[in-house]
Each structure stands twice: as structure tokens, then as C-alpha cells.
């Protein structure tokens, strides 16, 4: 399963979560707080309170994925949302961007950076 490809929905949640949290407790906040079954097939991701580590989760035929990223260098540009901000659909370009370290609500995709020179 490609997380980016197969799901025809996408969510974040706009609340900080504990990464240490498990697949349990991820499905129990979609169910809980975003009012959505979590075995429907979308993709629910989770950013931590310093925006540089994310927890994907998406329930498939036989069993839930997991999927956990964690920067190596810097954060993800993402703001956690105000307080009545639960989650928000995004589309599979935004997430890609999000996950590159891109301001993922820009209006269009940023320019390529193409190198002129090898150094």
C-alpha cells in the first residue's frame, strides 16, 4: 500500500498528538474527535506539538498501517489550529508538500529548483 496514491480522502487533525500514541488510541481520536469511522479507507494524520515528526494511519482490507516520519533537520511548516479546529481534508499534493518540508496551503506548486552549475 502507497499512503500518497491509494486514498481517495485525507486528514489532518489541527491538535497536537503525542507521538507516543499507538494505532488504538490514533483511531479512537478519529472516531472521537473528528466524528469519522476510522476503517474507511481514508488516510488520518497526526503532527506532534513541535511539528517535526507525523504518524499516518489508514485502515486497509486485512489491518491497519502505520506510517511514522520524523525529521532529521528542521520542522514541518504546519500550524496547529485555533480552538475549535478539529481536522481539516487536504488533498494528496498538500500532504507530499507537507511532507517535504513546503508551506502546504500556498495557492500553486512551488517553481522547481533547477542547478545551473556542478560545484
Not at 487536504?90 to 552549475?117: N, T
Request: proline share 6%; hydrophobic share 40%; net charge neutral.
Amino acid at each position: 500500500m502507497n499512503p500518497f496514491t491509494t486514498p481517495d480522502k485525507l486528514f489532518i487533525s489541527r491538535r497536537p498528538q503525542d507521538m507516543r500514541a499507538g494505532i488504538q488510541r490514533l483511531a479512537s481520536v478519529v472516531t472521537t474527535d473528528f466524528g469519522m469511522d476510522p476503517t474507511d479507507g481514508a488516510l488520518y494524520c497526526f503532527v506532534s506539538r513541535d511539528c517535526n515528526k507525523m504518524k499516518l494511519l489508514r485502515f486497509e482490507t486485512n489491518g491497519w498501517c502505520m506510517y511514522y516520519v520524523r525529521l532529521a533537520e528542521g520542522g514541518f511548516r504546519w500550524r496547529h489550529g485555533k480552538d475549535g479546529e478539529v481536522s481539516l481534508q487536504i488533498e494528496r499534493r498538500q500532504l507530499i508538500w507537507l511532507l517535504d518540508g513546503i508551506d502546504f496551503e500556498q495557492p500553486s506548486a512551488p517553481e522547481p529548483v533547477a542547478a545551473h552549475a556542478v560545484i
